[in-house]
């Protein structure tokens, strides 16, 4: 995993905010940009960059493409930054 590029990408407050919701279900395109007060294309963009991170995964269904949280990837990141805290945790 480039931790470079994942870490780019959860540092934008909207992607982090898709993330969080991508964490109970899944999501179309259509169905996030109404989460926000932004253009399709723009959360399109924000879905390429989390995608290329491996932080979420897309499938098929019909006409529409959803999005799901790739929670083992997210896991993994989260014990890296955990981990830069040393043993101290207080």
């Given at each position: 995993?480039?931790?470079?590029?994942?870490?780019?990408?959860?540092?934008?407050?909207?992607?982090?905010?898709?993330?969080?919701?991508?964490?109970?279900?899944?999501?179309?395109?259509?169905?996030?940009?109404?989460?926000?007060?932004l253009q399709q294309a723009t959360?399109?963009?924000?879905?390429?960059?989390?995608?290329?991170?491996?932080?979420?995964?897309?499938r098929r269904d019909k006409n529409?493409?959803?999005?799901?949280?790739?929670?083992?990837?997210?896991?993994?990141?989260?014990?890296?930054?955990?981990?830069?805290?040393?043993?101290?945790?207080?």
């Amino acid at each position: 995993m480039a931790m470079n590029q994942t870490l780019k990408a959860i540092a934008d407050p909207i992607r982090r905010r898709i993330l969080e919701l991508l964490r109970t279900r899944s999501y179309s395109a259509g169905e996030l940009a109404a989460q926000f007060d932004l253009q399709q294309a723009t959360i399109s963009y924000h879905l390429k960059l989390l995608k290329q991170a491996g932080l979420i995964s897309e499938r098929r269904d019909k006409n529409f493409i959803y999005y799901d949280l790739n929670a083992s990837v997210f896991e993994e990141v989260l014990s890296w930054i955990y981990s830069l805290g040393g043993d101290n945790h207080e």
